[in-house]
């Protein structure tokens, strides 16, 4: 199970680093809000375990980020919106940054910065410059390096928040998102993303593309 009461310290010391010395409301309410979201019952892998993870491997890569608080704020906010049958999802989770953070304290510019990184994560395709968006990506994209039994886990609970779609549809859809990923020059921009989690990323992936193909 996810600590919340560690969730809750991180999000705060990554909400006061956005935010700088003009300081702003408790972010206690904020974070509450956030946890909530995280842990709605439609969710199997979209959730605090998938959060965690996903701050767990922006602190692996803090040094390749130009803003590592605002890559921090954007894997909180990035998938805080979800709903497995809704195409918007990104889009929605921006807004809520946009909103939330304006209203925490966090000067515009960052506020920005963290709703474009949000954006990102529907392509996981950040330009070559955009160090912010290379770690955020990478981050969200680790799970695909798993070890064997934890990317097992990880596709069934990706089919299990999409129950409600037929199994030849689901497999259809699955194999395309698959495809797109493989069809990335790189799925892993960071340095150490690159050496450490590509070869294995993409033996996964296309393991599992091949088995949804027989």
Known sequence: MADTD??????ARALEGARGPGGGPDPA????????????????YHTLEHLTSVLDHVDVLEQYADDPD??????????????????????RSARLAERALTEAGVPPEKTEQVARLVRLTVTHDPAGDDRDGQVLCDADLA????PPSVYAAYTAAVREEYHFVPNDAFRAGRATVLRQLLDLPQLFRT????????ATARYNV??????LST
């Open 29 to 44: 309410p904020y974070a509450d809000n956030l946890l909530a979201r995280w842990q709605e019952p439609q969710r199997r």
């Open 70 to 91: 605002a890559v921090r704020l954007a894997a909180w906010f990035h998938d805080a919106v979800y709903l497995p049958d809704r195409s918007e999802n990104e889009e």
């Open 143 to 146: 799970v695909l390096a798993s």
């Open 191 to 198: 340095p150490y993303g690159a050496s450490k989690w590509e």
């Open 206 to 211: 296309a393991a599992e593309l091949e088995m």
């Open 6 to 11: 560690a969730l809750r310290a991180r999000f």
